[in-house]
Every structure is written in C-alpha cells, then in structure tokens.
C-alpha cells in the first residue's frame, strides 16, 4: 500500500479531530483533551506556520492517520528540531508501517531543514521505544520536566 504524507487541509479537520480523540482514549494518563484544546492547536498552527503542523496520512481513498509536529530551536543542536508531538494510526492500519514509513520519511526529508527529530515514549510503552530504536531513535541524555498551569 502506498501512503501519501501531507499538510492538513481546513476540509480534513474533523476527521483528525476525531483521531485525536482516539489518541487519548487509549491512554487516560496522557490527560484530557478538548475540542477547545484541539482547536487552539489547529488556530496556532494555521496563524504560526513556523510553530508546526499538522500531518495527515493518507491511502489512497482516506485519511488513516494524523501526526502533530512542533518545530523549535535547539541551541545544543545548532538548528531546528521537529518533535513528533503526537502520531496515531488507525488500528485497522497498524502493523503495516505506516507510522515507520511516516517516520522514515520526516527523517529523510530534513523537513523544514531539520537538524534532529525527536519524540517522547509513554512510559511503560516498550513496544513503541523499541520501534523507534530499530528506526535509529536512542534515549537522550536529558530527562525534560514539565509543569503544567
């Protein structure tokens, strides 16, 4: 099966909005997600281009997937680093490499002139850090904090 990866278009929004929350229903420890939440994100991105986007994943007849992507500088790395911030693939379309492949591909196209990609694990998803290893992923030597308001 080929898949195409692509900006999201205004006309594919509730699609993705569905797929988002289908991304946190799998794991209740991510949070709560809204429409509120969700549609800030896709105001930001579309107003600030620079500050992401949002992908979407596509056979040849339908949307199977989405990917949330979040540039930002890295003085460390000298240049810009896309974070996957999220990635989801409809589960009829999971165990064919689609979310591989969509990786593979931001790696190999140096989107936006990329100088790293990086992305978080669930803790307790070894299944996934294991994926993303064999991709050529490693566990970074800083451990990230967040506080949340």
């Given at each position: 099966?080929?898949?195409?990866?692509?900006?999201?278009?205004?006309?594919?929004?509730?699609?993705?909005?569905?797929?988002?929350?289908?991304?946190?229903a799998t794991d209740p420890?991510?949070?709560?997600?809204?429409?509120?939440?969700?549609?800030?994100?896709?105001?930001?991105f579309s107003k600030h281009p620079?500050?992401?986007?949002?992908?979407?994943?596509?056979?040849?007849?339908?949307?199977v997937g989405y990917s949330i992507l979040?540039?930002?500088?890295?003085n460390e790395a000298g240049?810009?680093?896309?974070?996957?911030?999220?990635?989801f693939v409809e589960e009829s379309e999971r165990g064919k490499g689609v979310g591989t492949n969509f990786i593979k591909h931001i790696i190999e196209s140096r989107l936006n002139e990329c100088v790293a990609v990086e992305l978080g694990v669930i803790a307790g998803n070894d299944r996934a850090q294991?994926?993303?290893?064999?991709?050529?992923?490693?566990?970074?030597?800083?451990?990230r904090l967040i506080y949340d308001f």
């Open positions: 099966m080929y898949y195409i990866y692509k900006e999201m278009q205004p006309g594919e929004q509730e699609i993705v909005r569905g797929m988002i929350h289908s991304f946190y420890d991510m949070g709560a997600i809204t429409d509120e939440k969700i549609n800030r994100t896709f105001s930001e620079e500050k992401g986007f949002v992908y979407v994943i596509k056979d040849d007849q339908q949307i979040v540039n930002f500088w890295s240049g810009n680093i896309i974070d996957i911030d999220e990635l294991r994926l993303y290893e064999r991709i050529g992923f490693r566990l970074s030597t800083n451990r």
